[in-house]
T-cell receptor
Framework: GAGVSQSPSNKVTEKGKDVELRCDPI?????LYWYRQSLGQGLEFLIY????????KSGLPSDRFSAERTGGSVSTLTIQRTQQEDSAVYLC????????????FGPGTRLTVT | AQSVTQLGSHVSVSEGALVLLRCNYS??????LFWYVQYPNQGLQLLLK??????LVKGINGFEAEFKKSETSFHLTKPSAHMSDAAEYFC???????????FGKGNQVVVIP
């Protein structure tokens, strides 16, 4: 079946602009995660959605970052007023079992802020 | 909070030789442990996981790992390296009730023919 998809695969934006990154999880997966992968910080957790529960936003690095998940499926990560330090690969993952089940990762969106 | 330590960012191994990647974790409760592999310009793919039960876990592509609670370790091994094993490998930990994964810094594996 189809895996996790993310779009765009690459995004170049100017400092100060807003960007939206999209994630389509595997159908039926109730849990959705966003991570950020950068050279300096490695892989960092950003946010977690589970069903209709309030998201766990504890990993978001600043209030410029926000995310939503509509209809329990597609998720959008928004970064406002982008900064150069936001340049990274943003990975989305979904899971059928948020307790101990594996997370399935998408290919990521490479964001470059110039 | 849970954390993972992977030493040696770059690991070189000869084709046919043993692959050994070390992972030590810190967790306040019994952990769930994972090894993921990342090929260039791709997402992460699960190699294997430990949740409960048998402490020696076998995964895909001939990899296995052993959970040792006394040593807080979850080292990854493969008896004989193939050229196709060249990739970046990440150890990760999560705790029941805390669904995020905490990752190590990764090991970039280079296979020498």
């Amino acid at each position: 079946g189809a895996g996790v998809s993310q779009s765009p695969s690459n995004k170049v934006t100017e400092k100060g602009k807003d960007v939206e990154l999209r994630c389509d999880p595997i159908s039926g997966h109730t849990a959705l995660y966003w991570y950020r992968q950068s050279l300096g910080q490695g892989l960092e957790f950003l946010i977690y959605f589970q069903g209709n529960s309030a998201p766990d936003k504890s990993g978001l690095p600043s209030d410029r970052f926000s995310a939503e998940r509509t209809g329990g499926s597609v998720s959008t990560l928004t970064i406002q007023r982008t900064q150069q330090e936001d340049s990274a690969v943003y990975l989305c993952a979904s899971s059928l079992d948020p307790g101990a089940g594996e997370q399935y990762f998408g290919p990521g969106t490479r964001l470059t802020v110039t | 909070a849970q954390s993972v330590t992977q030493l040696g960012s770059h690991v070189s191994v000869s084709e046919g030789a043993l692959v050994l990647l070390r992972c030590n974790y810190s967790s306040s409760v019994p952990p769930y442990l994972f090894w993921y592999v990342q090929y260039p310009n791709q997402g992460l793919q699960l190699l294997l996981k430990y949740t409960t039960g048998a402490t020696l876990v076998k995964g895909i592509n001939g990899f296995e790992a052993e959970f040792k609670k006394s040593e807080t370790s979850f080292h990854l091994t493969k008896p004989s390296a193939h050229m196709s094993d060249a990739a970046e490998y990440f150890c990760a930990v999560s705790e029941w009730g805390n669904n995020r994964l905490a990752f190590g810094k990764g090991n970039q594996v280079v296979v020498i023919p």
